[in-house]
C-alpha cells in the first residue's frame, strides 16, 4: 500500500458493516494486518469470528450489548471514549494497514464521541493506513475529508415484510 485512503460507508441502506468487512477480508487475504473497532455494539454478531480464521486480525466491540434506543447510558459513554481511544492508539502503533471504526457516525449521532475527537483521530492517520468509518448519519465535515464516500440507500428491504435479522446475514 503506498497510500492509504479514507472510506465513509453512510446511509440508511443495509451494507455498511458488510462493505467494511468485506474490504477488511479482501486486506486479510492479500496479507495485510486489521484492526476493526465496532462502536455502540456489543452482542455476540458473526463477524466477531474472523479472527478464528485469521491471525492478523484484531476486532474489538465498544458498546454494551443492546443498541441504543432512547438515552445513551454512562456506559455507553465511556465504551465510545475508550473504544475510540483504543483505535487512536491501534492506528498510531503503525501495526496496522487498515483501520475499520465501524458505526462511529452513530457514536457520532448520539454525543457518545464528539465531532472534534473523531476529525482529530482522521488528521492524525498515518499517510500509508486505509481508514474505514462506517454508520447512518454521517456528518458533512466526515465527508468532506474522505476520499471515498458511499451512501447505502434503502429502495426495499425485507423487514417491512416481517422478516426478522438472521444470523449470518444480518448478524
Do not use: W
Not at 441502506?13 to 479482501?26: E, I, P, S
Not at 482529530?120 to 458533512?140: H, N, Q, S, V
Amino acid at each position: 500500500m503506498d497510500k492509504g485512503y479514507i472510506h465513509v460507508y453512510t446511509g440508511n441502506g443495509k451494507g455498511k458493516t458488510t462493505a467494511a468487512f468485506g474490504l477488511a477480508l479482501r486486506a486479510l487475504c492479500a496479507g495485510k494486518k486489521v484492526f476493526i473497532g465496532q462502536f455502540v455494539k456489543g452482542m455476540e454478531y458473526s463477524e466477531l469470528k474472523i479472527v478464528d480464521y485469521f491471525k492478523n486480525v484484531e476486532i474489538h466491540q465498544f458498546g454494551r450489548g443492546c443498541f441504543i434506543r432512547n438515552q445513551p447510558s454512562k456506559e455507553d459513554y465511556e465504551a465510545a471514549r475508550l473504544g475510540l481511544g483504543k483505535s487512536k492508539e491501534a492506528m498510531l502503533s503503525n501495526q496496522y494497514d487498515v483501520i475499520v471504526l465501524d458505526e462511529i457516525n452513530i457514536a457520532l449521532f448520539f454525543g457518545l464521541v464528539t465531532l472534534e475527537e473523531v476529525l482529530d483521530l482522521i488528521k492524525l492517520k498515518p499517510e500509508k493506513t486505509e481508514l474505514i468509518l462506517t454508520g447512518r448519519y454521517a456528518p458533512k465535515e466526515i465527508i468532506e475529508c474522505a476520499d471515498l464516500v458511499t451512501e447505502m440507500k434503502e429502495v426495499k428491504h425485507y423487514y417491512t415484510k416481517g422478516v426478522m435479522a438472521r444470523k449470518g446475514i444480518e448478524y
